[in-house]
């Protein structure tokens, strides 16, 4: 029976590796410092050395301020230096609320991430969502200043589409290395977008928001009766929750996706391992698939 999970590291670039779970920091806001370095040791001690945060992650669960989550983060890395070495340090910028997109000034925005971080530089920067009115050879002039200045090792992006990627790499003279798209049981768009075929082409590192959609995947509440009833059979069959079990399908994909994990739950955070014990086949992925789209495929 083969086993369509692979535990094993995931290269961003050709120089860095991430674990198969990686650590989201949308949630790490309106707490102390102390329990917000607490949640960041358990991520890393589990194995995710990528934390993933962005400049508007502090407008909500609680958060107060655009730019809250980077600095409460930053805080932590004042009081906990050692930690910085320990992670793959990634942020995302671009989103502006009220505008809602700018990829023109992305320097600027840039700047203002790492000064909240309190870090000379990012191990990636991605674009959080693709900007309609900046033409890609000035989003491509934005990054490459970025890179050339020593801020940012790696680029990626987030949320774009096949053809919004491909119109900033014809501008750009080095190669993005992730793409963060929304993927789970319940957001089955990247597998037949082309997002995915997309990344596997091009050795981009597949880094998955929102494994359990938004929670929707902690339980069968909002989930079809043929989908609880399938998803419900595995877990019996594999002694897992619904949690864990969405965690694994968004592994087991050939792209070797990372899930993001933005629970603030320290206990949680680690029982997210648990995933990587999961056995899913081929005949597991494809009847969660098509309960999820209640249709079968052709």
């Known amino acids: 029976m083969q086993n369509l999970i692979s535990s094993q590291p995931r290269n961003l670039g050709k120089e860095m590796q991430i674990g198969p779970l990686g650590y989201g920091c949308w949630r790490l806001v309106a707490m102390s410092a102390a329990d917000a370095q607490a949640r960041i040791e358990t991520a890393l001690t589990a194995g995710m050395n990528l934390i993933d945060t962005a400049d508007v992650y502090g407008l909500d669960w609680g958060g107060s301020a655009f730019g809250e989550a980077e600095a409460l983060l930053g805080e932590v890395l004042r009081k906990a230096p050692h930690l910085r070495s320990q992670m793959i340090l990634a942020s995302k910028g671009g989103i502006i609320p009220g505008i809602p997109y700018d990829s023109a000034n992305l320097i600027g925005a840039c700047d203002a991430s790492l000064t909240r971080l309190g870090v000379e530089q990012l191990d990636l920067y991605q674009i959080h969502r693709p900007d309609l009115l ?4 000035e989003t491509a002039r934005q990054l490459e200043a970025l890179k050339s200045s020593g801020k940012v090792r790696e680029f990626g992006i987030s949320n774009h589409t096949p053809s919004q990627v491909e119109a900033l790499a014809a501008h750009l003279p080095f190669a993005l290395v992730s793409h963060q798209p929304e993927y789970s049981a319940l957001t089955l768009a990247p597998m037949f977008n082309g997002v995915f075929d997309q990344c596997m082409a091009n050795n981009l590192c597949v880094l998955a928001w929102s494994p359990l959609a938004g929670g929707r995947l902690a339980d069968t509440t909002h989930l079809s009766d043929t989908l609880a009833g399938v998803m419900a ?22 792209s070797n996706p990372v899930a993001i994990v933005g629970s603030t739950t320290p206990a949680r955070i680690s029982a997210a391992t648990q995933a990587l014990d999961v056995t899913l086949t081929r005949q597991d992925v494809y009847d969660i698939i098509q309960a999820s789209q209640g249709v079968a495929l052709p």
């Open 233 to 254: 059979e595995i877990c019996e069959r594999e002694n897992t929750d619904l949690a864990t079990l969405s965690l694994a399908f968004c592994l087991a994909h050939p």
């Open 134 to 137: 900046t033409h890609p050879a």
